[in-house]
Each structure stands twice: as C-alpha cells, then as structure tokens.
C-alpha cells in the first residue's frame, strides 16, 4: 500500500471526485477516533463540520458495525445514507434475513454471564449482529480466551469476525460492508466511490473493489490488507476531508 497523500493517491482522488462520487467511511477508527470506552465514542467537532461541508456537495455514507441508532447521534452531522451491524442493517433497503438464529448465541451468552463480566467483555447486542468486546479489560488475553472459547460451536447459520479487541457474530448470509457500498451506489447514481475503514470488516470492501472504488485503510499494520492506499492513523482523516473540499472547490472552478 502506498500513502494516500503522495502523488498517486492525491490523482486516484482528483480521478474519483471527477464525477458523481459516492463517499464513504467506516465509523470506530475511522472518523471517531478508538477510545477504551467505545459508548463515548463521537465524530469530533472539526471533523464533523468538514463532513456536513461534503454532503452539502456530494453524496456521503456511513457504513458502520454499530446499529443505525447508535451511531446518528454520534457524527455531528447529516450524511445522506447510514448503513449499519457491518452491512445488514440498511433502513431503506431492509433484506429478509432470519434473525432468529441468534437466538441460540444469546442463550450461550445468558449462560456464561457471570463468565463475561469476570473477563470483563462486553456484550453489545445489535439485534442484527452481537459484539463482545474487550477494549478496557485489564487482560486482555483472558478475555480474547473468554471470547474464542464462546464462538466454538456455532450454530451453521451464524459466523463471526475479530476485530480491534472484538469479535462479532451475525448471521451467515447477510449483507456485508462490500454489499453495503455496492447497494448505496447503485442507489444514489454514483460513478465513482471512495471508501476509508481501518479493520477486518473494512476488508471485504477492499478485497472486492470496483475498478471505480477508492479504497483507503487507516493504519498499515495489516501488510495484506486489500486498500489501494493508506493514512497513517486517524488524525490524518482531517487533512482528508480538507483535500476533498479542494479538490471539489477547485473542479467547480474549472
């Protein structure tokens, strides 16, 4: 991967901006900074003031492992489109799938309660999908231990995914954050999508881009990782936003 801010990203933007463009971000890592308290987690005011500029431009998406309702209050601002629980949940375009197979996962969870608390995870029931996670446990091993001894034997009809000090069950089948993109921009008539995430649910993104995907991970601590580019950490997402009202200032002026 290659920085995002050097001469080859700074085109493939000039490139994906050139049209009607579908931008897209991920929500924890992403435009909210990672907190060991993940309920307080918010868009910072900066940040958020520079995202209302772009979707009064072009069109903007949030596409997030929180549940819609979780995340609205917590950006700041009003993109056009939120997609949530990593892709299944999308309030305008709500797809069958049988939620009632996590039923069996909430009774192991019910079972092994005092279990969770003493490893101190987290369990965040999203209705489409359930996380435990661990950002503030004292150890942190002993609760990855907790977690992995949980998903052994899951039912055939869910799956799970780790992620930054958790892991995440939903139901086999549902949509992803690829489909999640794919769906918004046939939705919104894009021709052109850029997509920022920094964990192994962004990758499904990155591993099935479009030829007209922009594809950018924060962090290079994933060598494998899919993304065409990379922005070191999430203070860089700022100067991000700022090239993107730039570069759309300096189009209209052409």
Known sequence: MRHLFHRAGRAALVTTLAGRPLLAFDFDGTLAPMIARPEEARVGAAVAELLARLASQCQVAVITGRSVDDVRPRLGFAPQYIVGNHGAEDPDDLKRIDMSVLASFRRRL????????????????????????????????????????????????????????????????????????????????????????????????????????????????????????????????????????????QSKGN
Do not use: M
């Not at 052994?152 to 999640?180: E, M, T, Y």
């Not at 046939?186 to 021709?191: L, Q, T």
């Not at 192994?200 to 881009?209: C, L, T």
């Open 110 to 249: 019910e079972d092994n309660a005092e279990r969770l608390r003493s490893a101190q995870v987290r369990v965040e029931d999203k209705g489409y999908s359930i996380a435990l996670s661990y950002h503030s446990a004292s150890d942190p091993v002993l609760a990855q231990r907790c977690c992995e001894s949980l998903l052994r034997d899951l039912d055939s009809g869910l799956h799970f995914f780790g992620g930054k000090f958790v892991a995440n069950v939903v139901v086999a089948g549902a949509p992803d954050k690829a489909d999640a993109l794919a769906t918004l921009v046939a939705r919104s008539g894009a021709d052109a999508a850029l997509f920022v995430g920094d964990d192994i649910n962004d990758e499904a993104v990155f591993a099935r881009a479009e030829p007209t995907w922009l594809t950018v991970r924060i962090g290079r601590d994933d060598p494998l990782s899919r993304a065409d580019f990379f922005l070191d950490d999430h203070a860089e997402i700022a100067t991000l936003l700022e090239i993107l009202l730039d570069v759309l200032a």
